[in-house]
């Protein structure tokens, strides 16, 4: 027996660093802790680690720094805030690369910060198989009814990453030859975001129904986007009520992004699919732009605004397929592009250039847009940006070749340009007529034959065997159409939870809501302000209708009972498929009836000089009195008639009536705000220092309330920029 046990203890000897070497020997797994620093390869303990973040985004509960490691999270979540309900308050980075190069991480998942993961001057950097869902994202004011102008978006500077005030999955900055593959950010506000960040490959992730950017770009180069969902980043739209997107998109290239190239990407359902800005600098100095990037065999379609926006540059738009959107392209100021191959269907406008020049127009199939090709100038455009003061801006030197128009309205709006080369372009199967352009089009010459077009891929990275790769494609039975851009207070819905989604109240208070969701079954538990269901019961996908209680308030809440698939919930709790799951639909509204009061103010009794003669201003007779239901309504179908726009001055007041409940109050206001309740000061936005975003405009106060109230808001701006909303919800 001692003599068996010599020879397994030879053959473990012998044999153990082989196993060792070919990954068989158990490896010594690290469990982190708050404030790691981790500095050579290492794979971590599978398991969720709770580390709340901190008030800055210089410091992280995991810092990377080092040279040629690999560290692989091996499926661990580093969670952040508790608070899930409330991602507008994560705060933090997850995890810091803080320094160093050839550092690949792996398999991790983060959520709950303000920043997933962020980098900064480290190159050679892999991000692969990692989840950076659920991290920050803006609680939204825009409400299905009407548009509240504080949820828009500036990205137009990063130069001090301004971009960090609205989070991000990942943020890179003076990262070149990086890779992001196989990662999922979805369920936040920004996705992956690049500042100075060169050479890399960002291919086979999704990152979509974030409320603001799939992708975003400034001042990077030479990176190739590929075989990505980047579908549902998206805010400002209400099917049917308002389609503004409010700068959200699924690719944005904003300043001095130059050679890019973007491969096989489905971006669809995004405010706009794809936002190119040639930069500040550009307007400023009339030099450089986001030039020579490539968009090819991309599917764009359903934007509320534009499936590609390019503007002050110049680029390759080739094979892409734009469905159903307000404009295919709009390229204004564009200038020795081409646009190749495109299949563009059901947009209001197929491709729209403004003071475009030396474009070519080729081989593209136009079908069933209202108008297909709109090309125009303004004459009297005053030349206020360096660029249009140092740049030729006509609309001159168009190739309009080989293009197909089906069931099309207008083929061709086009004014106040010149020299046109239009050339074998068929019209439901026969040859294009000549077209009659008015006075404003000059020198327009129909050729017959065409010039070749060569397509600058720099390399096929993204397909097989050096084939360019088929674009990424959402699901033949996936929801499609802009209708399907259902947004909540916090983004777009991402149809992984059921909901009861409202469509209308008619005019005798029946209120008619679709059923969408996983496939399975639902029940109403309660109803709290309807009755007369049509269905206690159904199946997803479905319809429901109730009848809306007749009294003033409405204060209304159905729980309903969900049992069917997997469900994740809208801040990402997953519950197993068959388990339980309930899900609300809740609407209060409090009946109003504003009286408004409108004041002219000039330097003698101006808002912020003369406190004093301003309240005695506002305490006089006003230029004009408005009355109506809604505030937004009441000040903006008034704001500038029978007064000026500039140097205006508002007191709006209301009485409620509402049930005991402590209740959150938002007010979103053009420049200086002040609401009270009973006289007593609640919010206060006073300060135009402050506000240095679309963001600031918007303030909110809480307050404990039982019956009658006197609501008053004092308003004032200096601006024509008019905007008075209120919100009241209960808590």
């Known amino acids: 027996m001692k003599h068996f046990k010599n020879i397994r203890f030879f053959l473990f000897m012998l044999i153990g660093p082989c196993l060792t070497q070919y990954g068989v020997a158990q490896k010594k797994e690290v469990v982190l802790t708050k404030g790691m620093v981790i500095t050579h390869s290492v794979t971590v303990k599978k398991q969720v680690y709770h ?10 509960p995991i810092t990377i720094q080092g040279k040629n490691i690999v560290i692989d999270f091996n499926g661990a979540t580093i969670e952040g805030s508790s608070d899930i309900e409330n991602p507008d308050k994560f705060k933090g ?5 803080k320094s160093g190069g050839v550092i690949t991480i792996k398999n991790l998942t983060v959520k709950g910060f303000k920043v997933g993961l962020m980098a900064k001057g480290v190159n050679s950097l892999t991000i692969e198989k990692c989840d950076f869902s659920y991290n920050y994202r803006q609680h939204l004011n825009s409400t299905r009814d009407r548009e509240d102008l504080a949820d828009w978006q500036s990205y137009h500077h990063n130069e001090n990453d301004e971009w960090l005030r609205y989070g991000a999955g990942i943020y890179l900055r003076n990262c070149n030859y990086f890779q992001v593959n196989t990662t999922t950010i979805i369920n936040g506000q920004c996705g992956l975001m690049l500042t100075n960040c ?9 990152f979509s129904f974030n409320s603001g950017l799939g992708i975003g770009m400034y001042r990077s180069s030479r990176n190739n986007i590929g075989r990505n969902n980047i579908d549902w980043n998206v805010r400002g739209f209400s099917d049917g009520v308002y389609y503004r997107g409010q700068d959200s998109a699924g690719i944005l290239v904003f300043e001095q992004c130059n050679n890019n190239i973007f491969n096989g990407n489905s971006v669809t359902h995004s405010g706009d699919g794809f936002f190119l800005w040639a930069g500040q600098s550009t307007m400023d100095n009339g030099l450089g732009g986001c030039n020579d990037n490539v968009l090819y065999r991309n599917d764009f379609s359903y934007a509320p605004t534009n499936g590609v926006e390019l503007t002050f540059s110049r680029n390759w738009v080739v094979d892409n397929i734009i469905h159903g959107c307000w404009h295919g392209v709009w390229g204004g100021f564009s200038y020795n592009s081409v646009f190749s191959g495109n299949r563009f269907a059901g947009n209001m406008s197929g491709i729209a250039i403004e003071h475009g020049m030396n ?26 940006y360096g660029y249009l003061q140092k740049r030729d801006t006509r609309s001159v030197n168009y190739q309009i070749n080989k293009n197909t128009f089906t069931n099309t309205k207008k083929a061709f709006n086009i004014n106040h340009t010149d020299s046109l080369e239009i050339a074998d372009n068929i019209l439901a199967g026969d040859n294009m007529p000549a077209q009659k352009f008015d006075s404003t089009v000059t020198h327009v010459t129909y050729v017959a034959g065409n010039k070749q ?3 600058p891929l720099k390399s096929d990275i993204f397909g097989d065997h050096g084939k360019p790769a088929q674009p990424k494609t959402l699901p033949y039975e996936h929801p499609k159409g802009r209708k399907y851009i259902m947004m909540n207070e916090w983004g777009p819905y991402n149809f992984s939870y059921p909901i009861a ?38 199946k997803f996908p479905g319809e429901l ?19 069917g698939g997997a469900v994740t919930s809208p801040f990402g709790v997953k519950y197993e498929a068959g388990k339980s799951y309930t899900f609300h639909y809740r609407e209060f509204a409090i009946p109003y009836n504003w009286q408004m009061k409108w004041f002219a103010f000039d330097d003698t009794n101006d808002p912020l000089k003369h406190v004093a003669e301003f309240k005695k201003l506002i305490a006089a007779t006003p230029v004009k009195t408005t009355e109506g239901k809604e505030l937004h309504n009441v000040f903006g179908k008034n704001f500038g008639k029978n007064i000026a726009r500039q140097k205006i001055a508002t007191v709006s007041t209301t009485e409620i009536d509402v049930p005991e409940a402590t209740y959150k109050i938002g007010i979103s206001a053009s420049e200086l705000v002040k609401l009270y309740v009973d006289d007593k000061l609640l919010i206060e936005n006073w300060d135009p220092a402050k506000l240095k975003n679309d963001e600031d405009n918007h303030k909110d106060g809480t307050i404990h309330l039982k019956g009658k109230h006197t609501i008053r808001i004092e308003q004032a701006q200096y601006g024509d920029y008019g905007m008075l909303n209120l919100v009241v919800g209960k808590m």
């Open 359 to 384: 474009n070519t127009i080729d081989s593209n199939s136009f079908d069933n847009n209202k108008v297909d090709i709109e090309l125009w100038s303004n004459p009297k455009m005053a030349k206020t």
């Open 453 to 455: 077009l060569f397509i």
């Open 198 to 206: 060169n050479d890399g490959i960002v291919a086979g992730n999704n």
């Open 501 to 538: 989604w409202w469509q209308k109240t008619d005019s005798a208070g029946k209120m008619h809501f679709d059923m969408v969701g996983p496939a399975g079954e639902w029940k109403i538990v309660t109803t709290k302000g309807v009755s007369q269901p049509s269905a206690t019961s159904g």
């Open 51 to 60: 580390f709340e973040g901190s008030d800055s985004l210089s410091t992280a």
């Open 545 to 563: 209708t109730v009848q809306k209680d007749a009294t003033g308030l409405t204060d209304i809440d159905i729980e309903f009972e969900y049992a």
């Open 93 to 97: 980075a997850g995890v810091i690369i």
